[in-house]
DNA sequence: GTCATTTTGGCACTAAAGTATGAGTTCCTT
DNA sequence: AAGGAACTCATACTTTAGTGCCAAAATGAC
C-alpha cells in the first residue's frame, strides 16, 4: 500500500511538472493544452485500474462464507453439522466416533439422518451437495 | 458491455464540453484551468475504477487451477484421474462403472490404485487429499 | 516386433457404510 | 411437570467399498 501512495503521488507530481512545463512553452495553443488534458485523463484513467486490481488482489479471499441460514432451512441439528463436517475431512464412522467421544451406532445415526436431509444417496454425495449448498 | 461504453462516451462528451465551457469563460485564468484538469483526472480515475471492477467480475472465475503437475508426479493415468473426478461427484463404483462402459470390477480396481497413489484411506479421504492437491 | 505400461475384469473375501427399528436420556419450552 | 426435539446407543441386516491375486487385451515407445 505504501508502494501505491508512492506512485501514485510521484504520477501527479509528474502531471504537475508536465503541465507546468506545457504552461510556458505552448501557453497560447490551446490544441496543446487539450492534448495535455487527454494524457492526463488516459493515465488517470490507467492509475484507476492498477490501484483497483492491488486492491482488488489483496481481498481475494477464497473464504467461502458458510451458509447457516441453509443449514436452520435443511433442519441439521449441531451434532449432525459436527459428523457432516467430519465426514467431508475424509474420516470414516469409526474415526468419527473417537473423536467425538460416542460410539459408531450414534455416529450411523447420523449419518443416515443427514443423508436424508440432504437427499443424498452416499457421504460422498453428501460431501458434493453440501459444499455446492456452501454449509462446509 | 454497451452501457459501459454508453456512459464512458456520454463521460468524455461532458469533460470535453466541460473544457469548451472553461475554455471561453476561464481563458486568462490558469488556476481555474488547474481545477478542470484536476477534475478530469478525478474523473477519469474513477472510471477507470469502475469499468476495471466490472471486466472484473465479468471473469470472476472462482477456478482452480489444476495442478497437473502433481497427477503426473503422483503417477495417477487418465483412466484413473476420470474415475477419481468421479468419485468427487459423489458417485458410486456401479454408477461410475455405467457411465464409463466398465465392468464394476474395472472401476475397483481404479479405486485401489487411486487410494494408494494419493495415501488415502478411503475414498472420501482422496476427495479432501486431492482437493488438497488441486488435482479436481 | 518386443517390452513396459495401462486398461480391463474376474473371484473370493474382509471391512465399512448405510437402513430399520426400538429405546433410554437429556435439555429446553410452555 | 409434561411434551417435544435432540442425542445417545444397540441389534440385525443389506449394500457398498476396498483388498489381494491373477490374467488377458490394448496401447505406446524403442
Redesign the pocket.
Known amino acids: 500500500m505504501k508502494k501505491t501512495i508512492v506512485v501514485f503521488s510521484l504520477l501527479i507530481l509528474a502531471i504537475l511538472l508536465l503541465f507546468q512545463f506545457s504552461k510556458y512553452t505552448f501557453i497560447s495553443n490551446n490544441l496543446q493544452i487539450e492534448i495535455v488534458i487527454g494524457i492526463i485523463a488516459i493515465a488517470f484513467f490507467f492509475i484507476g485500474i492498477y490501484i483497483n486490481k492491488k486492491s482488488l488482489h489483496k481481498t481475494d479471499t477464497p473464504s467461502v462464507e458458510i451458509n447457516m441460514k441453509k443449514i436452520e432451512e435443511l ?1 441439521i ?4 453439522y459436527e459428523v457432516l463436517k467430519k ?1 467431508s475431512e475424509g ?4 474415526e468419527i ?1 473417537t473423536i ?7 455416529i ?5 439422518n443427514i ?2 436431509k440432504l437427499d443424498a ?4 454425495q ?1 460431501i458434493q451437495i453440501a459444499k455446492s449448498l456452501q454449509i462446509i
Chains 1, 2 share one sequence.
Not at 441439528?77 to 449432525?80: L, N, P, S
Not at 444417496?121 to 460422498?124: D, N
Open positions: 433442519g441439528t449441531k451434532r449432525e465426514i474420516l470414516s464412522n469409526k466416533a467425538l467421544f460416542l460410539s459408531e451406532s450414534t450411523k445415526t447420523h449419518v443416515s443423508l436424508v444417496k452416499r457421504r460422498t453428501a
